[in-house]
């Protein structure tokens, strides 16, 4: 009984945050935040995720893949992390988001913000490659494909480096939850995450 008071209490208290996973197409970030999403959610905590896939289908179905389409698909997908950051919610972003510049953009706006480098080597990627989207690129079926014909601009010092070639799921998941962890008990915004 105590733990759903506990539970319930957390939920209340707890600040919003912004989850940023950014990395190569099969990287590995949909899969890191899911798992990251279960253990706060099995905590209490109000989660919402913003998958960059799900995000193209609904919200910008629109847009292209040029460079100012994609600026704007990150801008959208900002605007939503901030408003429901601000409202207490933690929000997992998981999108490509190949350009430094908008990512450093959207920080500056959402204000509570930890940056998830997944990084794999595009080799690595490639052998992954689920949705068979590197090889439609490869034939040239696919134009402006990150990592193929588009750059991927890594951050340069993104709060969380996981690196999904050399590291299993349960670690990346631990470095990621240690420094939320890390960063709430510097800035007493959110109550301990377990």
């Known amino acids: 009984m105590s733990s759903n008071k506990s539970k319930g209490s957390r939920k209340m208290k707890h600040q919003g945050m912004t989850l940023w996973f950014t990395g190569l197409s099969g990287a590995g970030k949909t899969t890191i935040s899911k798992a990251v999403e279960e253990q706060l959610?099995?905590?209490g905590y109000k989660v919402e995720v913003l998958d960059g896939d799900i995000v193209r289908e609904n919200l910008t179905?629109?847009?292209g893949f040029s460079k100012a389409d994609r600026d704007e698909?990150?801008?959208r997908i900002g605007f939503v992390a901030q408003l429901l950051t601000r409202n207490g919610v933690i929000v997992i972003v998981s999108a490509i988001?190949?350009?430094r510049e908008i990512r450093?953009?959207?920080r500056g706006?959402?204000?509570n913000f930890l940056e998830i480098y997944v990084n794999a080597p595009l080799a690595v990627c490639e052998e992954r490659d689920v949705k068979g989207l590197y090889k439609k690129a490869r034939a040239g079926e696919i134009k402006s494909f990150?990592?193929?014909d588009d750059?991927?601009?890594p951050p340069l010092n993104p709060e969380v480096e996981c690196r999904t070639n050399q590291e299993t799921l349960s670690e990346s998941v631990e470095k990621v939850m240690a420094k939320l962890n890390q960063y709430v008990h510097a800035n007493n915004s959110v109550s301990k995450v377990a």
Do not use: H, M
């Open 104 to 106: 450093d953009e959207v």
């Open 61 to 63: 179905k629109g847009l």
């Open 109 to 111: 706006k959402i204000g």
């Open 73 to 75: 698909n990150i801008r």
């Open 41 to 43: 959610r099995e905590q």
């Open 146 to 148: 990150t990592g193929i």
């Open 97 to 99: 988001s190949p350009y």
């Open 151 to 153: 750059p991927y601009e």
